[in-house]
């Protein structure tokens, strides 16, 4: 058997108030050291980072007109700040995309540095280093770049800061040490003596087994708690006894009592299941009937405009076609009778030429209708995937585009698309529906707009367990009109148009929900508000082309 020596409390007690009393003062010293090494610090990065927006904002002209002699000149008052160690200004050179050395100031104590091209390009703000702190900043001038600032000032108030917070906290240490013990011995005498007198009791007590003793009295208020308490135990042990059995019984008829409930509540679980499952079916036959009363709805939607669409411009044609036959049984009764005249002639043939143009015309709508329509079948779309690189994809569809329809040029189109971001994906269907968002804004969004932007971003995210696809996400949105209330819920929906009487025919955005849920098999949905624009957010799963064969 094992027996481990129990630490004396007088020692725990000693031990414990130099540990404490050591330990806080440590913190507090480590919490006030690294708070005044941070404010210097933070001291040392602003004021670098203050001489460099302030020697940035002054040099353009030097730049942009290659005085070096005047850069060196105005360098020269930073020597009056000592912690200033080198400044170099870099010019750029557009045509060779180079940067050329233009002037420097390094301290009185500090020997020229080499030139830092490499650095200014990759600091985006001061940089504390082993050695210095140096900060870079580009000089614009209208939004084109003029060169660099290179700035290294000096990191010794820094390192003082830390080796003074280090010595004022090893001397309070030892300090608080010292008081601490003698702090401990006092604490000892105080509370040591009272245990002994309370630990002999309670051992005599255990010994003898003379429960009826009481422990005495103590001055220390947690000492006498402890005693009362005691007392109290041996008081309440047996009582705690039988508290126990009653528990006991009483558990026993609890289960009992419990057993029966489950069994209960069991049967009527296994009867609330079997209603469940009834309704379920009940509500699995409603859905299905729901769905095919949609379908049918949208069949006879799809059918009323098809047939609206194509009657108008066949009713025009029919009735300038019967204009025609009159026109042409008056000439040919005029004719046969001999008393055509040229005048009437001349009338006639009039008419011939405008009935026959609106015919022809009507016939040309009528044909653009159909192929417009037949556009929507799926299986005429390329549905082969290939390797894209989803900004050249914008690029050259936008050029494309422009090409084709001049007044896209007059829309401020902003991409956001990753230069590296590249994926496997069917790429004629993503263009159409890229297409018809495009006409969709160009034809119905700015109307009331001064200044018509669209934004378009793209970016990939990974699907759970999966290794080779990925979700493609693209959000397009303009800052238009936006879709009016009144068809907000039927954006989709074939033949749903603003513009029918300005040649629209509603089937746009339906081409484009078709599109990306059956041919991509992506999920599509908007949002959209009076007169601050429409955003559409589309998930498209591809293939990473890192799988590409």
């Known amino acids: 058997m094992l027996i481990f020596k129990v630490s004396s409390i007088k020692r725990s007690v000693t031990t414990l108030v130099i540990l404490i009393t050591t330990l806080l003062v440590a913190l507090s010293c480590l919490v006030v050291s690294l708070n005044f090494i941070h404010q210097t610090y933070t001291r040392s990065i602003e004021l670098t980072e203050h001489i460099t927006d302030l020697v940035a904002s002054h040099s353009a002209p030097f730049m942009v007109y290659a005085q070096a002699e005047n850069a060196n000149r105005w360098l020269q008052p930073f020597a009056a700040f000592d912690e200033v160690e080198h400044i170099h200004l870099y010019r750029y050179e557009l045509s060779d995309d180079s940067l050329n050395f233009l002037a420097s100031y390094y301290h009185i104590q500090e020997a020229p540095i080499p030139v830092r091209f490499d650095r200014v390009a990759e600091l985006s703000g001061a940089v504390m280093t082993d050695n210095y702190i140096e900060a870079a900043r580009a000089v614009k001038?209208?939004?084109?770049?003029?060169?660099?600032?290179?700035?290294?000032?000096?990191?010794?108030?820094?390192?003082?800061?830390?080796?003074?917070?280090?010595?004022?906290?090893?001397?309070?240490?030892?300090?608080?040490?010292?008081?601490?013990?003698?702090?401990?011995?006092?604490?000892?005498?105080?509370?040591?003596?009272?245990?002994?007198?309370?630990?002999?009791?309670?051992?005599?007590?255990?010994?003898?087994?003379?429960?009826?003793?009481?422990?005495?009295?103590?001055?220390?208020?947690?000492?006498?708690?402890?005693?009362?308490?005691?007392?109290?135990?041996?008081?309440?042990?047996?009582?705690?006894?039988?508290?126990?059995?009653?528990?006991?019984?009483?558990?026993?008829?609890?289960?009992?009592?419990?057993?029966?409930?489950?069994?209960?509540?069991?049967e009527q679980w296994k009867r609330s299941i079997s209603d469940l499952q009834e309704a379920l079916d009940t509500a699995h036959q409603y859905h299905n009937e729901l769905v095919e009363a949609k379908k049918m709805k949208s069949l006879t939607v799809l059918?009323?405009?098809?047939?609206?669409?194509?009657?108008?411009?066949?009713?025009?044609?029919?009735?300038?076609?019967?204009?025609?036959?009159?026109?042409?049984?008056?000439?040919?009764?005029?004719?046969?009778?001999?008393?055509?005249?040229?005048?009437?002639?001349?009338?006639?043939?009039?008419?011939?030429?405008?009935?026959?143009?609106?015919?022809?015309?009507?016939?040309?709508?009528?044909?653009?209708?159909?192929?417009?329509?037949?556009?929507?079948?799926?299986?005429?779309?390329?549905?082969d995937e290939r390797v894209v690189n989803l900004a050249n994809f914008w690029q050259e569809m936008i050029q494309s585009l422009i090409k084709r329809y001049p007044e896209l040029a007059q829309v401020t189109i902003t991409p956001t698309i990753p230069a590296e971001l590249t994926v496997i994906v069917r790429a004629a269907p993503m263009q159409q529906v890229l297409t018809q968002l495009l006409l969709n804004s160009l034809q119905h969004a700015f109307t009331r707009t001064e200044q018509p932007r669209i934004e378009l971003t793209m970016s990939i995210a990974a699907l759970p367990n999966e290794d080779e696809r990925v979700e493609l996400t693209i959000i397009y949105r303009d800052n238009g009109d936006g879709i009016p209330p009144e068809i907000r819920n039927e954006v989709f929906t074939p033949f749903v148009t603003t513009k029918r009487f300005a040649g629209a025919t509603g089937l746009g955005l339906h081409y484009v929900f078709n599109l990306v849920t059956v041919i991509l098999q992506g999920h599509i949905k908007y949002q959209s508000a009076a007169d601050q624009g429409t955003e559409f957010h589309l998930t498209i799963p591809v293939r990473r082309a890192t799988f590409a064969k």
């Not at 604490?187 to 422990?215: E, F, G, W």
């Open 303 to 383: 059918v009323a405009g098809v047939a609206h669409e194509v009657n108008t411009p066949v009713g025009l044609a029919v009735t300038s076609s019967s204009i025609l036959q009159d026109h042409l049984a008056a000439l040919e009764k005029k004719f046969f009778d001999k008393s055509l005249t040229s005048k009437e002639f001349e009338r006639h043939l009039g008419a011939f030429k405008e009935n026959l143009d609106v015919v022809i015309r009507n016939i040309k709508r009528t044909a653009n209708l159909i192929s417009r329509f037949s556009s929507l079948s799926m299986d005429q779309i390329n549905q």
């Open 141 to 266: 001038l209208q939004d084109s770049l003029q060169g660099y600032v290179y700035v290294r000032t000096s990191r010794a108030a820094y390192d003082e800061a830390r080796t003074l917070s280090l010595v004022i906290s090893v001397a309070v240490t030892i300090a608080s040490l010292i008081l601490s013990w003698v702090m401990s011995l006092w604490l000892r005498r105080s509370i040591t003596h009272p245990l002994d007198v309370m630990v002999n009791s309670i051992q005599d007590i255990a010994r003898q087994k003379h429960y009826d003793k009481t422990l005495q009295s103590f001055e220390l208020q947690e000492l006498d708690r402890v005693a009362q308490a005691f007392n109290g135990l041996l008081h309440r042990i047996q009582q705690h006894i039988q508290r126990q059995q009653l528990a006991e019984q009483q558990a026993n008829e609890l289960n009992a009592e419990l057993e029966q409930q489950v069994e209960q509540r069991t």
